[in-house]
């Protein structure tokens, strides 16, 4: 019973942990998918449905490697089953072929019973008193065809002659023989005389005698030379360029996260300017209801005159209202100096 207290509170406690993790992913969640400050709400959709078509993409991407992946076990297996058919497919056949073997090996062992009449045999011997007769035992005999005995015959012929022709062909193979042989003496001659010679030469130039292939091999190759040096100056060169592209790459770097900062900079001071310009439009809508209250004091406007003069008074405060928001168009654009608003002596 304690044991089995102790893996219930086990339990409780790792169900409790686990909501606590599904209660902070829920929070991070709600947090990710809440706007930011001073960011615009159509950026920030497009860049949370890039992120759920990112997403979907990295989920198909694994379903494509898992399934590539099974595919690629079964061909495993399929491999090795393959393998191991094809070793018993060889055993079979080769116990087929042994049995085969063995079969006709016993079925040569059976006798087998050929009846033959008299007058097919034709099997006779010299007797003492030199007369032909056929034995009285056919037991050692062999039974061959008349066709046979004469293709045998033709044979021995055949045979004959094929001694002839391979003799004839050894005899001029001989003298062949004997032909090379003595060229082979005199070449080998010439080649001690020269040898001599080379001999005599290397003595009075060289004072001693020179081992030429050693002195092949030590010589330099001037083409080979020339080829590794152009090879080396090629290196050179692609690897000058190389670190060259490499600085181009880490300048461009530095400048993208500068671009990036400065970018981060103008959105932050766009989000104060449109705080700035809520503001003024606030400001601007309370003084002109309050200029409103003041030259009609509350009553309406009965003149002609009045109504005139509160035309001209909205068409200024308008006017001045266009210029305080090409000011802040141009400041979020260029980030330019505020000028000082035009006060007219009609609102004062």
Same mark, same amino acid.
């Given at each position: 019973?304690?044991?089995?207290? =102790? ?17 902070? %992913? ?29 997403? *979907? ?28 058919? %094809? ?81 004839? $062909? ?14 082979? =003496?005199? =070449? ?5 005389? &020269? *040898? ?6 290397? #003595? ?33 060169? &692609?690897?000058?360029? #190389?670190?060259? &592209?490499?600085?181009? #790459? ?30 003024? *439009? ?29 035309? *001209? ?8 209202? %266009? ?15 505020? $000028? ?9």
């Amino acid at each position: 019973h304690g044991g089995e207290g =102790k893996d219930g509170e086990d339990s409780d406690s790792d169900l409790s942990d686990m909501s606590d993790d599904d209660d902070d %992913d829920d929070d991070d969640e709600e947090e990710a998918d809440e706007c930011p400050p001073n960011c615009d709400k159509a950026v920030f959709k497009r860049v949370l449905e890039l992120r759920e078509r990112r997403v *979907e993409q990295e989920e198909i991407v694994s379903d494509f490697q898992k399934s590539i992946e099974v595919l690629r076990k079964e061909n495993e297996q399929l491999s090795k089953k393959e393998k191991t058919i %094809d070793t018993q497919l060889k055993q079979v056949e080769k116990d087929l072929q042994l049995f085969q073997n063995e079969k006709q090996k016993r079925l040569n062992e059976l006798e087998a019973v050929v009846v033959l009449k008299l007058k097919q045999i034709q099997c006779l011997t010299s007797s003492p008193d030199d007369t032909l007769k056929m034995p009285t035992n056919l037991r050692n005999l062999v039974v061959f065809t008349n066709h046979g005995l004469s293709g045998l015959h033709s044979r021995i012929l055949d045979l004959g002659q094929e001694k002839k022709t391979l003799n004839r $062909y050894i005899a001029d193979l001989r003298k062949q023989q004997h032909a090379l042989t003595r060229s082979r =003496k005199e =070449k080998t001659q010439n080649v001690q005389d &020269w *040898e001599s010679k080379v001999h005599e030469i290397q #003595l009075l130039k060289f004072g001693q005698r020179i081992n030429l292939e050693s002195l092949e091999n030590v010589s330099v190759d001037r083409k080979t030379e020339e080829l590794k040096l152009q090879l080396r100056k090629e290196e050179l060169k &692609w690897e000058a360029e #190389l670190s060259k &592209w490499d600085q181009k #790459l880490v300048e461009a770097r530095a400048r993208q996260a500068e671009i990036t900062g400065g970018n981060t900079l103008l959105l932050r001071k766009l989000g104060s300017l449109r705080q700035d310009q809520q503001k003024l *439009e606030d400001v601007l809508n309370q003084s002109q209801g309050k200029v409103l209250a003041h030259m009609t004091g509350g009553s309406k406007v009965s003149s002609a005159q009045d109504r005139r003069h509160l035309k *001209e008074l909205i068409i200024l405060q308008q006017q001045e209202i %266009d210029q305080l928001r090409a000011e802040i168009t141009m400041l979020s654009r260029k980030g330019g100096h505020v $000028y000082t608003p035009v006060v007219n002596k009609a609102t004062e």
